[in-house]
C-alpha cells in the first residue's frame, strides 16, 4: 500500500510552474494509499539528484522545501512515493525514493506494490556476486536494475537500454508492481508490470508537463491527455530532450486487471475507472446491499429508527448508499456518523499485538446517542475482524442495543501478497471461523465465492458471534462483479475466489491452504 508520483518538465514549455509545484497538486490526493510519511528525489542538469525536505501538515496539503544552500537548483523532474507503514519497520526508516550510489552513477526508484518472488532474485543476484543486506523490495528491485547496467552497459562505456533491462526484469519478477525510476542523468522510467494489479496513470498537460501517478485523481484540476500505462510497458522520458517512449517489455500482451482492494477499498473515491468513479462504485455497492441488509431488519420491527454508520474514512459513500435503500425498502434509519478516528493512519498493516494497540488508540465512540438504538455500521470488507470486534464492544459499552455489521464485499477467503501485506491464512477472520464447524459446513464453505447462500448464512452467523454482532451481512459475489465497472474481467478477484493472479502467488496460497486443511482427507486434491 504505498502511492508514487513524478513530474518532468519539457524544455520548450514556457510554464511559470515547477515539478514540484505539481507533486504538491498530486501527492495530497494520493494520501489514501498510505500515511506514514512522503519524499522526493529531483534532479536538475549539472546539479544531479537531490532529496530536498518534504513536510505533509495534513492529508490536503505537502510543502517541498527548497535547497537553502543553492536556491538556485529548480529540478525539471522529480519522483515522489507516498509510504505506508510496513510490519515490523518504523515509517521513518520505510521512507522512499529508495537510492544507490553506485560511484558516478545515481540511481532512485519509488515503487508501488510487492515481489512474490525475492528469494529467487536474491539468488540470482548473490551468484553474480551482489552482496545484499535485508533489503526491501525497491531496494532489491534496484540492485537488480544496478546490476544490469553495470555489467551490459556501464563497463563497456554505452548507452543504457532500459527497455532491455525492464524486460529482463517483466521476465523474471512475480507480484504486483509500478514503479518510478530516476537515473543521474536525469531520465525517467515508469514501469509497470505484466500482471497490472498496480495502476499508474499518466497526463501530457497543456503546458508542458508530463505527469505520473497511482491514480488519475491525481491529475484533478490539471488539463491535459491523460491514458493509463499498460501492463508489460514502460514509459521513457530522456532527460534531455523530454522525448517520451512507450514500450512493451513482456512477452505477451496483458488486459489490465487490477487489485480488488483498488475500488473497493485503497482508492481514492474521486478515482475513475473506465468513467466511473469510484465513489459511484461504493454508493452502488452500498445500495444494492441495503437490500439484504433490510430484510434482516424488518424481522425486529423497531419504532426506534436505527443508526447507519460507516468506518471512516473510506465507508462513507458505502453507507450512503445503504442507507437511501433502506429508505426505498421502508426501513426507519437515520445517516450519522457514531465512530470517530483519532489519526487517519490505517490499521490494516501490522503485527497482531501493534494492529490492537493502533485500533485501540484510534477509534472512539464519538456521539452519545446510541443508547437503545440499534447501530448499522457499514464497511467495505471484514479481514480480520480484530477492528469490528473493538467497535462493537464500543457501540454496546456506550448503550446501542444492538450492532448489525454492513460488509460491502464478499468474505475475504485468501491473502494477498501484492502490498496489501495479508500474509497468511491464520490471520483472516473467515478461516479462523472455519476452524470451529463441522466437517460438513467446512466442505460447504470451501466453495468460497460459489458457496451456496445456506452456507454463506453459516459463515456470517459464526463471524458475528465472534465478533459479538447481531449479524453480519456480506455481500454476495455475483453481485459484486455486476457492480464493478469492468466485470469480473477488469479485476483480481482472488481475495473472494483463492485464484491468485500469478503463479508464484498460486503455489504459495496452495502451500498454506494444504497446511490449513491438512486435516481432512477429501481436500488432498489441492495443488502443489
Request: with cysteine.
Amino acid at each position: 500500500m504505498s502511492g508514487v508520483a513524478a513530474a518532468f518538465l519539457s524544455p520548450s514549455s514556457n510554464s511559470r510552474a515547477t515539478v514540484y509545484d505539481r507533486l504538491k497538486h498530486m501527492v495530497p490526493k494520493l494520501a489514501l494509499r498510505g500515511q506514514a510519511g512522503v519524499s522526493v528525489a529531483a534532479f536538475m542538469p549539472k546539479e544531479g539528484v537531490r532529496y530536498p525536505r518534504v513536510l505533509q501538515s495534513s492529508c490536503e496539503s505537502v510543502r517541498i522545501e527548497h535547497d537553502e544552500q543553492d536556491s538556485n537548483f529548480r529540478p525539471h523532474v522529480a519522483i515522489a512515493h507516498i509510504c505506508s507503514r510496513h510490519r515490523g519497520s518504523s515509517a521513518d526508516g520505510d521512507l522512499q525514493p529508495i537510492r544507490n550510489n553506485a560511484g558516478s552513477r545515481h540511481l532512485v526508484i519509488s515503487l508501488d506494490g510487492a515481489l512474490v518472488n525475492p528469494r529467487e532474485l536474491r539468488g540470482e543476484l548473490i551468484t553474480q556476486g551482489r552482496r545484499l543486506g535485508d533489503n526491501t523490495d525497491a531496494e532489491l528491485l534496484l540492485e537488480w536494475i544496478e546490476n544490469c547496467c553495470e555489467r551490459d552497459y556501464w563497463r563497456h562505456g554505452l548507452p543504457v537500454n532500459y527497455e532491455n533491462i525492464f524486460r529482463d526484469i517483466d521476465d523474471r519478477i512475480d507480484g504486483a508492481i509500478s514503479a518510478l525510476f530516476l537515473d543521474g542523468d536525469g531520465n525517467l522510467v515508469a514501469y509497470r508490470n505484466r500482471c497490472g494489479l498496480r495502476p499508474l496513470e499518466t497526463m501530457q498537460t497543456d503546458d508542458g508537463f508530463l505527469l505520473f501517478a497511482s491514480e488519475n485523481c491525481a491529475f484533478a484540476g490539471l488539463h491535459g491527455k491523460t491514458k493509463q500505462l499498460l501492463p508489460g510497458h514502460i514509459l521513457y522520458v530522456d532527460g534531455k530532450t523530454g522525448r517520451c517512449v512507450d514500450r512493451s517489455v513482456s512477452n505477451g500482451r496483458y488486459k489490465a486487471k487490477l487489485c480488488a482492494y483498488e475500488p473497493l477499498y485503497l482508492g481514492n473515491p474521486n478515482t475513475s475507472i473506465e468513467g466511473q468513479s469510484h465513489f459511484q462504485t461504493r454508493y452502488n455497492i452500498g445500495f444494492a446491499l441495503g437490500r439484504l441488509v433490510a430484510q434482516r431488519l424488518q424481522a425486529e420491527r423497531s419504532s426506534t429508527p436505527s443508526i447507519v454508520s460507516s468506518m471512516p474514512h473510506t465507508g462513507g459513500p458505502y453507507a450512503d448508499g445503504l442507507f437511501a435503500s433502506l429508505n426505498d425498502y421502508g426501513v426507519l434509519a437515520r445517516r450519522r456518523e457514531v465512530v470517530a478516528t483519532q489519526f487517519s493512519q490505517r490499521t490494516l498493516i501490522g503485527t497482531a499485538s501493534d494492529r490492537k494497540s493502533r485500533i485501540a488508540e484510534k477509534y472512539r465512540v464519538s456521539s452519545t446517542g446510541v443508547a437503545k438504538r440499534t447501530v448499522i455500521i457499514v464497511d467495505e470488507a471484514l479481514i480480520r475482524g480484530d477492528t469490528s470486534q473493538a467497535v462493537t464492544s464500543m457501540l454496546l459499552a456506550a448503550g446501542a442495543t444492538a450492532v448489525h455489521w454492513a460488509i460491502c464485499s464478499p468474505p475475504i477467503v485468501a491473502p494477498n501478497y501484492y502490498g496489501i501485506r495479508i500474509d497468511t491464512l491464520d490471520e483472516l477472520v473467515f478461516w479462523r471461523t472455519w476452524k470451529r464447524l463441522t466437517p460438513e459446513q467446512r466442505a460447504q464453505t470451501l466453495r468460497f465465492h460459489q458457496m451456496e447462500p445456506p452456507a454463506l448464512k453459516i459463515i456470517e452467523s459464526s463471524i458475528a458471534t465472534s465478533i459479538n454482532a447481531a449479524t453480519v451481512t456480506y455481500l454476495p459475489f455475483p453481485l459484486l462483479v455486476s457492480l464493478l465497472p469492468c466485470g469480473q474481467d477488469g479485476f483480481d478477484l482472488s481475495p473472494f475466489t483463492f485464484e491468485m493472479p500469478t503463479p508464484a502467488g498460486q503455489k504459495r496460497a496452495n502451500r498454506d491452504l494444504r497446511q490449513l486443511v491438512a486435516d481432512l482427507p477429501y481436500l488432498e486434491s489441492i495443488p502443489a
